[in-house]
Nanobody
């Protein structure tokens, strides 16, 4: 069974930092691009960042560029998201997902983890 479990969220003051982790199991982790997504109340889910399976190339949404860093440890089947200089607008439920092979679609969503940034 494919599982992607995000954890590491919490309550943090604006300007602070958090590191999210995503533990993967049930598939060959290093064969897949993996991404972070988030959804705030009343808003659509948006892509935050993703990292390729091959050369480690990364993508960031404009809203997080320069503040968030995505990384992966294939030996530990774990994806990370280092979030610095957090803003109120970063408040959301964060999910990790893997890219469906041969498509631009991400799936196998886990339960996610809540990040709340206070003023």
């Amino acid at each position: 069974e494919v599982q992607l479990q995000a954890f590491g969220g919490g309550l943090v003051q604006a300007g602070g930092s958090l590191r999210l982790s995503c533990a993967a199991s049930g598939f060959t982790f290093d064969d897949y691009a993996i991404g972070w997504f988030r959804q705030a109340p009343g808003k659509e889910r948006e892509g935050v960042s993703c990292i390729s399976s091959s050369d480690g190339s990364t993508y960031y949404a404009d809203s997080v560029k320069g503040r968030f860093t995505i990384s992966r440890d294939n030996a530990k089947n774990t994806l990370y998201l280092q979030m610095n200089r957090l803003k109120n607008d970063d408040t959301a439920h964060y999910y990790c997902a893997r890219q469906v092979s041969g498509t631009d679609i991400f799936g196998d969503w886990g339960q996610g983890t809540q990040v709340t940034v206070s003023s």
